[in-house]
């Protein structure tokens, strides 16, 4: 397929996908305000544009953790991936590594880390959940370590799951046993190139990290109810000094709104604070990542921690939204519905496809604001 836009390959992913997965990426928490807002918020942000500034050499690459970065973009870590392509996960990877740009695998990843690491040429990032289990999280730890995962992110905005209508409407929770099971075959069936591709030749659907907890043969509806059951609603800062203490490599705290909780994640020793509202997925009426960079960048720096990146992900679509949210302080953008809509429409090749789109239309945004490197881009790129 051709595609001039991360919306294009929106459109064909819902072509191809069984509806309850496309609903799954699609929705967000209740009645998707903030969702939505995330969007809206991107596209209210204005950009001053400038002429005459000798724009020939514009460079996209950055530094991030000591590497190097073809652009100031990461791939955020998305639950059941795998299900979008067939090992979607392993191809994500892949597609980052073309792309120079680094890939962070979920912990509730259809693909294991192992078959990720042996698959990937470049070294990735390991999502983190906190789970009740902390033997399992001390084995999470140890299994990035021995993959060779140069940073570890925790997720630490979810101590249960949002409430999300889409995925209770479609059949994909809410609907256990024999009957969201037939329910979600008569829509896979629907897309018989997914059905063959994925359905068949895409096994074990199991989720790789997770199934020594679950079983080897769980499926969705195990899988829910396991994350309604294990998720950790007691988790606090002195877990992150642990984690802190068990790994030495780049720490990521990601899921955080408030500038409070951005200096205690750096008082914690992370070497990054990820700004995000989990792409509207968990508190509807949250913060939208425009509204949260801002005062969190300007904490973070006032308060002596400037060595801390910010990250910052939620409702980005454009290169031109990187743009934005690097204006507004961030050091690098974290996607996840770009890349995973690319994933769904045409494997490894439309997760780079989207990355490509990303830096060209980052490269013509830049250039007509008058910038020429990632390092120039601050709040007078704002109009």
Request: hydrophobic fraction near 45%.
């Amino acid at each position: 397929m051709i595609a001039a836009s991360i919306e294009d390959y929106r459109r064909a992913a819902r072509t191809r996908t069984p509806h309850f997965l496309f609903e799954y990426v699609e929705g967000g928490a209740n009645e998707e305000v903030t969702l939505r807002r995330n969007i809206e918020g991107l596209a209210g942000v204005s950009l001053r544009q400038r002429v005459m500034r000798d724009v020939r050499d514009t460079e996209l690459s950055t530094e991030l953790f000591g590497n190097k970065l073809s652009m100031p973009i990461i791939l955020s870590p998305v639950g059941l991936a795998g299900m979008y392509a067939r090992r979607g996960e392993t191809l994500a990877a892949q597609a980052a590594a073309a792309q120079g740009v680094p890939f962070c695998l979920s912990t509730v990843s259809v693909c294991p880390i192992k078959e990720v690491a042996a698959a990937s040429p470049a070294p990735f990032w390991f999502q983190l959940y906190m789970v009740r289990d902390r033997g399992f999280v001390r084995s999470m730890i140890d299994a990035a370590r021995e993959a060779g995962c140069t940073a570890l992110t925790v997720t630490v905005d979810m101590p249960l799951p949002g409430y999300r209508y889409r995925d209770i409407r479609s059949g994909l929770a809410g609907a256990p046993g024999l009957f969201g099971q037939l329910r979600r075959l008569s829509q896979a069936l629907r897309r018989p190139e997914w059905a063959v591709n994925v359905g068949l030749r895409g096994k074990p659907h199991t989720l790789g990290n997770v199934a020594p907890l679950l079983g080897p043969h769980a499926g969705l509806g195990e899988f829910f109810a396991w994350v309604a059951a294990n998720f950790d609603q007691s988790v606090t800062w002195a877990d992150i000094e642990a984690i802190r203490a068990e790994w030495s490599g780049p720490l990521i705290i990601k899921g955080l709104l408030d500038p409070d909780d951005a200096l205690e994640a750096a008082r914690c020793g992370a070497d990054a604070v990820a700004v995000s509202n989990h792409g509207g997925r968990q508190l509807d009426g949250a913060l939208t990542t425009v509204e949260a960079v801002p005062p969190v960048a300007e904490s973070v720096a006032r308060e002596g921690f400037g060595n801390v990146r910010i990250i910052a992900d939620g409702g980005v679509r454009t290169g031109t939204d990187v743009l934005r949210l690097l204006a507004l302080g961030a050091h690098s953008v974290a996607i996840g519905r770009a890349w995973l809509y690319g994933l769904a429409a045409d494997g490894q090749r439309g997760v780079e496809g989207a990355l490509k789109i990303l830096e060209a239309e980052l490269r013509v945004a830049m250039a007509l604001t008058g910038l020429r490197s990632i390092s120039e881009i601050n709040r007078d790129a704002l109009a």
